[in-house]
């Protein structure tokens, strides 16, 4: 896989809360002007599961139209039933994904071998490569590291989005799959760089919608070893990286995006806006740090 930093894409939308292509366009640009290694469209921050599939299939098509060849492509399926699971992984194949994130089935709470067999029917069927995606909060279901370990020997699976924010997990799941063509990314910004430090492969980012460079720099400086530069942006933007998911992600990188008259728009019920406390808190982080 293509190690770095990957932006998980917010959808933007208009005021009437349909899809806004032409900002769409525009944030896509911003991300390769930074040099982002990769765009994440459509997983939570996309606010996916409250797209219609004709959206979820047109926000990929502008991506990949937009930055296929400049940054890599790895869009999340948001599904819990493999035929849907199949159906979607043939149509982002065809519209030019490089990967496909894959969470863990939610909602209807697999055993550990159903989650497996998920996994393991889809990386067989699947035309491009397999992320994995862990995240309990999200899915009720915490991917032990010995499941991902005997996942990761699967040719067609390359890697893992992990989202649990215990360091000794992550580092377990470094240590199982060692051997393996296979790598580890942290699915929070606040574990990206220590997650590098013991060899990780990077992050997917809610802040690289708001500081792309940054997050792109403090990635390519800590995994070519230079931890002093990566340690200091780390330090840095510390506190943005936890503003970013104040309350419910995508309302607070939304809200920032807005703030720094970026396209973003609302967010879909039953969402709802990011508090006044919390926008007053993450407005004060960004001034300090000149970004509006």
Same mark, same amino acid.
Not at 63 to 73: C, D, Q
Not at 110 to 132: C, N, Q, T, W, Y
Not at 211 to 230: H, I, T
């Given at each position: 896989?293509?190690?770095?930093?990957?932006?998980?894409?917010?959808? !933007?939308?208009?005021?009437?809360?349909?899809?806004?292509?032409?900002?769409?366009?525009?944030?896509?640009?911003?991300?390769?002007?930074?040099?982002?290694?990769?765009?994440?469209?459509?997983?939570?921050?996309?606010?996916?599961? *409250?797209?219609?599939?004709?959206?979820?299939?047109?926000?990929?098509?502008?991506?990949?139209?937009?930055?296929?060849?400049?940054?890599?492509?790895?869009?999340?399926?948001?599904?819990?039933?493999?035929?849907?699971?199949?159906?979607?992984?043939?149509?982002?194949?065809?519209?030019?994904?490089?990967?496909?994130?894959?969470?863990?089935?939610?909602?209807?709470? !697999?055993?550990?071998?159903?989650?497996?067999?998920?996994?393991?029917?889809?990386?067989?069927?699947?035309?491009?490569?397999?992320?994995?995606?862990?995240?309990?909060?999200?899915?009720?279901?915490?991917?032990? !590291?010995?499941?991902?370990?005997?996942?990761?020997?699967?040719?067609?699976?390359?890697?893992?989005?992990?989202?649990?924010?215990?360091?000794?997990?992550?580092?377990?799941?470094?240590?199982?799959?060692?051997?393996?063509?296979?790598?580890?990314?942290?699915?929070?910004?606040?574990?990206?760089?220590?997650?590098?430090?013991?060899?990780?492969?990077?992050?997917?980012?809610?802040?690289?919608?708001?500081?792309?460079?940054?997050?792109?720099?403090?990635?390519?400086?800590?995994?070519?070893?230079?931890?002093?530069?990566?340690?200091?942006?780390?330090?840095?933007?510390?506190?943005?990286?936890?503003?970013?998911?104040?309350?419910?992600?995508?309302?607070?990188?939304?809200?920032?995006?807005?703030?720094?008259?970026?396209?973003?728009?609302?967010?879909?019920?039953? *969402?709802?806006?990011?508090?006044?406390?919390?926008?007053?808190?993450?407005?004060?982080?960004?001034?300090?740090?000149?970004?509006?």
């Amino acid at each position: 896989m293509q190690k770095g930093a990957y932006t998980l894409l917010i959808t !933007p939308f208009k005021e009437d809360l349909s899809l806004y292509e032409d900002g769409l366009k525009l944030l896509v640009q911003k991300q390769l002007e930074a040099g982002i290694h990769g765009i994440a469209p459509l997983g939570v921050t996309g606010e996916n599961t *409250l797209l219609t599939d004709e959206e979820v299939n047109r926000v990929l098509e502008i991506i990949v139209k937009e930055a296929k060849g400049k940054a890599k492509i790895a869009p999340d399926l948001c599904v819990m039933s493999l035929w849907k699971g199949i159906e979607r992984a043939k149509k982002f194949s065809d519209l030019g994904a490089d990967y496909l994130c894959i969470y863990s089935p939610y909602f209807v709470l !697999p055993k550990p071998d159903g989650v497996m067999r998920f996994f393991e029917k889809l990386a067989d069927v699947s035309e491009i490569p397999i992320i994995l995606h862990n995240a309990e909060g999200r899915t009720g279901i915490n991917m032990a !590291p010995e499941i991902t370990a005997k996942l990761a020997k699967h040719p067609n699976i390359v890697g893992i989005k992990d989202g649990n924010k215990k360091l000794d997990h992550l580092a377990k799941v470094i240590y199982l799959t060692k051997d393996e063509d296979f790598d580890v990314f942290t699915g929070k910004d606040t574990t990206a760089y220590p997650l590098v430090c013991f060899g990780g492969s990077g992050s997917f980012t809610v802040s690289g919608n708001v500081v792309p460079r940054v997050m792109k720099d403090m990635l390519e400086f800590a995994l070519k070893g230079d931890f002093e530069k990566a340690e200091k942006l780390h330090l840095e933007y510390y506190d943005l990286f936890e503003a970013i998911r104040f309350e419910t992600n995508p309302m607070a990188a939304k809200r920032a995006l807005n703030l720094m008259n970026l396209p973003a728009g609302s967010v879909r019920l039953p *969402l709802t806006e990011l508090s006044e406390e919390k926008t007053k808190k993450l407005k004060s982080i960004m001034q300090k740090r000149g970004l509006i």
